[in-house]
């Protein structure tokens, strides 16, 4: 099969007949659901009444990271260790871009209850558990890792200079230019300085890579926007796409900033006490990271959500989701970025409050 993904819009028969020739067997529907910003997903149906996740990944030339080779090989691997609370992988094929999954029927978690919070704990403490069994040499590391300080100081760096490339004189750019050269550098740099000093002050080094066995495997995309409850309660993550090892500073931090979703101050603690529970009698140092590296993750999160404002991440959102008015998702995007911004000032002066 030919590479769906460098294919601007292939039709629906292309598409079924991929779906078919994965399975296996006939597809009789394949019908559109919601895909990430970067993929497209489908639900696939056969003529017996089964149904199937069929997913076509981004194109590579743009997004060079292989997605879907991290997503089949992670959920191979839980599947191996009987991890049951993600969904199976049925097949896959590098060479069209796309993979068949079990499908999963279930609501997304909004709003999360104590019940939840719980599982995504139990969740987390299961892939600690898989931290040194066999065949986890043979994993990446999660997308965008940062194993030390500096590497969350340079990520902001990265992420911010990808804005370079535009001008405040093209259309609709003169507030970004304005956020992000005014408040948003001032509170940079306050906030890497801080983190710095809150290093040296418990004698770790900001610079220097964590030990290997400081590092966790994380789904890094981690959050209930990314979990299915079912009728029976029970809740299934889904999207391994950027799953690997990481700094457990990052996936906490990352739980509880995402934008995707939005937790209560009682659940945030209970996300907290519990993820210390789990990472902290093994790492002395995982609390020290976290309070010093939370501001700085949310920096992180503060650029990401302003990703629509980049042409070319633009044109692999309207590819996945269809015609959207530029003007009026970049402005929405924009004041999220600005609340949190004001988070991360917050959490500097009051700190992250986890608890």
Known sequence: MSSLANQSSPDSDTLRQSAASLLGKPV????????????RLFRAETSD????????????EEDPRDRMGAEV???????????????????????????LFEWVEGTIVNPPSVIDVDA??????E???????????RLPLASAATLSGDAVAKQIDSRRARFEALSPDDEG???????????????????????????KDAGLNFDQELAQKQWVLSPSDFGFHNTLRQ?????????????????????????????????????????????????????????????????????????????????????????????LDASVVRSRQLQKARSMLAHVEESMIEGPRFD
């Open 28 to 39: 009789v529907a394949l019908v559109p659901t919601h895909g990430g910003g970067n993929n």
């Open 49 to 60: 009444g089964s149904k199937y996740a069929f997913k076509v990944y981004g194109n590579r």
């Open 73 to 99: 090989g992670s959920l191979k691997f839980l599947e191996r260790y009987s991890v049951s609370a993600v969904p199976k992988t049925i097949a896959h094929d590098h060479q069209s871009g796309c993979a």
């Open 120 to 125: 995504a704990l139990r969740f987390v403490a």
């Open 127 to 137: 892939l600690q558990a898989l931290g040194g069994v066999d065949g986890t040499e």
């Open 173 to 199: 750019m003169s507030d970004l230019f304005d956020f992000l050269n005014d408040d948003f550098a001032s509170v940079s740099l306050a906030a890497v300085k801080a983190a710095r000093s809150a290093y």
């Open 231 to 323: 009728k029976s309660g029970r809740l299934v993550f889904i999207d391994f796409e950027y799953f690997g090892w990481d700094d457990p500073a990052k996936l906490v931090s990352d739980f509880l900033l995402h934008p995707g979703m939005t937790l209560s101050r009682p659940f945030r603690q209970r996300f907290y006490k519990g993820a210390m529970a789990v990472y902290g009698n093994p790492d002395p140092a995982f609390k020290t990271r976290l309070t010093a590296l939370y501001p700085l993750y949310g920096l992180c999160w503060s650029l990401i959500i302003l990703n629509e404002f980049l042409p070319d991440f633009w044109v692999r959102r309207v590819a996945a989701a269809g015609t």
